[in-house]
């Protein structure tokens, strides 16, 4: 991986995190949010494997988790096994399917909310609740999806972007 690259992943994530801060945390619609986060993870991990899908995933949620007011490690924790399922699942899907990210993103967002929310539960965060959490699933899913042809597209033209720097060099 190169400089450039890593540099892309940094920059992306941190703007996905002032994303998430600053406006979508504040926009809730139907008493869910969207993820960022992850589908900023997820599209790096589909584009670039399963490694770039675990370093990502992990500083992702390390950031997030050092930001927030839960227990730190649930999110990165959560994040980096998505990204490398996410990356492993790459060589197996058609690139050319424009459905197959959509569906890659509902799986990873319902699987990490519900990883860390049953690992938050068990280390005794008293603020879980399944019913509310089962009445959210199906939107932060569906949110997580309509974010997907978005950040998937400017993901694909930023690397593309890199690569084509890179050959300069």
Known sequence: MTSSRVLLIVLSVVTAIVLQAAVLSRLTFLGARPDLLLVVVVCFALHDGPLAGTVTGFGAGLTADLLSDHVVGVLALALCVAGWCTGTVRDWYDRLST???????????????????????????????????????????????????????????????????????
């Open 99 to 169: 459905l197959t990210p959509l569906v890659i993103v509902a799986v990873a967002s319902a699987a990490v909310t519900v990883f860390a929310a049953g690992f938050s539960q068990a280390l005794g965060d008293p603020r879980i609740s399944w019913s509310v959490l089962a009445a959210d699933l199906p939107l932060v899913c569906l949110y997580d999806v309509l974010l997907t042809p978005f950040v998937f597209s400017a993901i694909a033209a930023l690397t593309r972007r890199t690569e084509s720097s890179a050959r300069e060099w």
